[in-house]
């Protein structure tokens, strides 16, 4: 063979191997630094570091009532994507109170929740809320009583609006009894007084009437426990496998999910675990399929990847920790700039139309 067709043969396999490696493939297994912080008591829980991934930095804001606001504040701030959380006074009849005022005024402790919806969406922070309250007690939770420890959700964002009466809704339908929350848009938030901010870190054994270590619980319930590995062998082909066990790369264009249209839900091949919607995914022009958001905040891991002599980030399934791909922050800007590439062979899909037959119904929620 001469030198010119050595050429043509080497150098398009040369791209095409630089195309796989730059997109979305591994061959190794990438080095775990997630790191662990303490829930408030003694447990330890796997945080993703703060930096891995960044996004546009969008955020989005709702105001919750449920009650004493020290609890409702520190759950909401454990939570991955909440940017902040600031317990206060709100939907009163004036613009000023203050903690000794509110049961005059008219306003309901709430905090004011900011998150970036690219990594906690607001549908997961509002079916998280209706899990801590009770949504038929009238001006009472816990041990506290008064109007101003009613229920409510408040917005100033008109563009919420849609999402809330849709969570509403599904919570209604599932008590099957009129709610006592309200909903309505915000006016008059006051901040509250210095020592209410942070207190329950400030006192952790102090009041509360919700459990916040439940912010470390998914929101079904559920967790889906990893198969040992000749059961995975026996339920997988060969390419499901490799990739998810081996962290192989399917080969581009090659997923049965490229250009999916249906509506529903992807999960983990191995366990089942939810993972991203289908209202999620766009065509990136990459070759696997990908999603600019988790379904959730809490079914990833997000590892630093240096295999290859290349600095990624490595996705993985939480319960399953099944390798999945990488995420890129050159997704679409006005979804949050994310691109979460995703071997097809990692994922299994659930029609909308047989989430809840198949225990998923929550998750409908997340699917438009």
């Known amino acids: 063979m001469n030198h010119y067709a050595k050429k043509r043969i080497i150098y398009p396999l040369l791209c095409f191997v630089m195309f796989i490696l730059s997109a979305c493939g591994q061959t190794e297994q990438g080095k775990d630094v997630v790191k662990t912080a303490k829930n408030g008591k003694d447990k330890e829980v796997k945080e993703t570091a703060k930096n891995e991934v960044r996004g546009t930095g969008k955020t989005e804001t709702l105001y919750l009532a449920g009650g004493c606001f020290w609890g409702i504040e520190e759950y909401f701030s454990r939570l991955y994507g909440v940017t902040e959380s600031v317990s206060g006074y709100a939907n009163g009849n004036s613009e000023n109170t203050s903690y000794k005022e509110i049961a005059d005024t008219g306003h309901a402790e709430t905090v004011r929740v900011t998150y970036e919806p690219y990594k906690i969406r607001p549908e997961e ?4 809320y209706f899990k801590l309250i009770d ?30 009466d849709r969570v509403y809704s599904y919570f209604q339908d599932e008590i099957g009894k009129p709610l006592a929350v309200e909903v309505e848009q915000l006016k008059n938030f006051v901040p509250a007084e210095d020592y209410h901010q942070d207190y329950l870190q400030k006192n952790p054994g102090g009041y509360c009437h919700i459990d916040v270590r439940s912010a470390y619980e998914p929101i079904d319930g559920r967790h ?3 198969p040992d590995d000749k059961k995975i062998k026996e339920q997988l082909t060969p390419t499901q496998y490799d990739v ?47 999603f600019t958001r988790p379904i959730t905040s809490d079914v990833l891991q997000v590892l630093e990847d240096n295999s290859l002599g290349m600095k990624r980030l490595e996705v993985k399934s939480k319960d399953g920790d099944s390798h999945l791909g ?29 989430m809840a037959d198949a225990g998923y119904g929550i998750y409908t929620l997340m699917v438009e």
């Open 135 to 164: 949504p038929l007690s009238k001006n009472k939770q816990g041990n506290d009583v008064g109007t101003q420890y009613r229920t409510g959700i408040y917005y100033e964002d008109e563009n919420l609006r849609p999402v809330i």
């Open 224 to 226: 889906y426990d990893k």
């Open 244 to 290: 998810t066990q081996k962290a192989a790369t399917e080969e581009p264009g090659t997923s049965e999910f490229n250009g999916n249209e249906k509506r529903g839900l992807y999960v983990d091949v191995v366990t089942g675990q939810p993972l991203f919607s289908s209202s999620d995914q766009y065509d990136a022009g990459c070759g696997w399929p990908s």
């Open 326 to 354: 990488h995420v890129f922050e050159d997704g679409p800007q006005k979804d949050g700039g994310l691109r979460y590439c995703i071997n097809g062979a990692s994922l299994r899909f659930i029609p909308y139309e047989e």
């Open 125 to 128: 922070i509002l079916v998280r």
